[in-house]
């Protein structure tokens, strides 16, 4: 199994800009998050998904958005990319989803910057 | 979610017990204790969690106290490896919380 993946790596964006990062599991979860984690911060929760054609908001949903087709992918959408959304992009996936048995694994993450 | 509170740093020796502590005072009934690390620029890592009872598994021992309001993370010989923040987190576990974590540097 690969677990969590995610593309791209690293992306340079300038202002205004838009781009999709990708994110797949093949773990077949039910539920898919997406995290972002600012220079020395923890990790804040932007989206989450808990199962195909559905997704709720998290912490910090502005400026972006999800889908979620299939069990698989859960990319997150930048629309109109700015300086605050410079950051480091996790995606997460668990089995279950409230309760305890819902061990959340992560990604490698995408390291983005908006000029 | 409640809040939990956590030392900025420790530094522990290799081959010693990493003892890591944890207050969430306000933790509700319902609400389990997570622990998950992140080792350099990596995704975070599960370790464990708990609700009540202490728990150990494969990589470290969670003890929580009777009237739930702290809990220890405990790595019984910490390597050079186990450098990284750990991050003590209490909800139901859909949406997970992170605050700053503990730093943990060990040290040969």
């Known amino acids: 199994n690969a677990g969590v993946t995610q593309t791209p790596k690293f992306r340079i964006l300038k202002i205004g800009q838009s781009m999709t990062l990708q994110c797949a599991q093949d773990m077949n979860h039910n539920y898919m998050y997406w995290y972002r984690q600012d220079p020395g911060m923890g990790l804040k929760l932007i989206y989450y998904s808990v199962g195909a054609g559905i997704t709720d908001k998290g912490e910090v949903p502005n400026g972006y958005n999800v889908s979620r087709s299939t069990t698989e992918d859960f990319p997150l959408r930048l629309e109109l990319a700015a300086p605050s959304q410079t950051s480091v992009y996790f995606c997460a996936s668990s089995l279950y989803g409230t309760g ?14 908006v000029l | 979610d ?17 003892n890591l502590p944890c207050n969430h005072s306000t933790i509700s009934g319902n609400e389990y204790v997570y622990w998950y690390r992140q080792i350099h620029s990596q995704g975070p890592q599960y370790i464990i969690h708990g609700l009540k009872n202490n728990e150990t598994n494969e990589m470290a021992s969670l003890i929580i106290t009777e009237d739930r309001k702290s809990s220890t993370l405990i790595l019984p010989h910490a390597t050079l490896r186990d450098t990284a923040v750990y991050y003590c987190i209490v909800g139901d576990g859909n949406k997970l919380v992170f605050g700053a974590g503990t730093i943990l540097r060990v040290k040969s």
């Open chain 2, 2 to 18: 409640a809040k939990t509170t956590q030392p900025t740093s420790m530094d522990c020796a290799e081959g010693r017990a990493a």
């Open chain 1, 100 to 113: 305890g048995r819902n061990e959340q694994f992560f990604g490698p993450g995408t390291r983005l910057t």
